[in-house]
């Protein structure tokens, strides 16, 4: 769904802190960022390339390294706001950037980068970010808000 704001606004993706997310501190388990960064990665590339199939998008991708930075703590039940845009188109990876803020009052949780390799989905080697991708990778999805929290119903 496209975004009142400006062209400039960055690619949004918002989701709530599930209670099975959460550990014994009650706060959302370490390792749960990872997942997180997944989640608001698939739903940017989505919105860059129409799909995460493979088949249906003509990219395949794969993690090379993940960098996470830990600032406060997400809760259960908290509306958390993923804001991913692309950092770098290499020639055969790219890496994106995630930030992480409690929705709405845009409190900074966790920032995360991410490296990718782009491969060929049938023999999984790595291969040259096309052109076609690498444009979409570089104009981002600015003003794009994926809302699977209700929280702008």
């Known amino acids: 769904m496209m975004d009142a704001m400006s062209a400039s606004a960055p690619f949004r ?3 709530r802190v599930r209670y099975h997310e959460c550990d014994a501190q009650k706060i959302a388990f370490n390792a749960r960022w990872g997942e997180y960064v997944d989640l608001a990665s ?3 590339t989505r919105a860059l390339f129409g799909s995460v199939d493979p088949e249906v998008s003509g990219i395949d991708w794969r993690l090379v ?3 996470i930075e830990w600032k406060a703590s997400g809760r259960y039940d908290d509306v958390i706001e ?3 845009h692309t950092v ?4 055969t990876s790219f890496t994106l950037a995630t930030q ?4 709405p009052d845009g409190a900074p949780l966790v ?3 991410t490296v990718y390799v782009a491969t060929d989905p049938v023999r999984g080697i790595k291969q040259p970010v ?3 991708h690498r444009q979409k990778l570089e104009a981002g999805a600015p003003g794009v808000v994926v809302d699977h929290a209700g929280a702008l119903a």
């Open 13 to 15: 993706f918002l989701f």
């Open 42 to 44: 698939a739903e940017y």
């Open 65 to 67: 390294r993940q960098t």
């Open 82 to 84: 993923a804001r991913v």
């Open 88 to 91: 770098r188109v290499g020639t």
């Open 100 to 103: 992480f803020l409690r929705w």
């Open 111 to 113: 920032t995360a980068e």
């Open 130 to 132: 096309s052109d076609a």
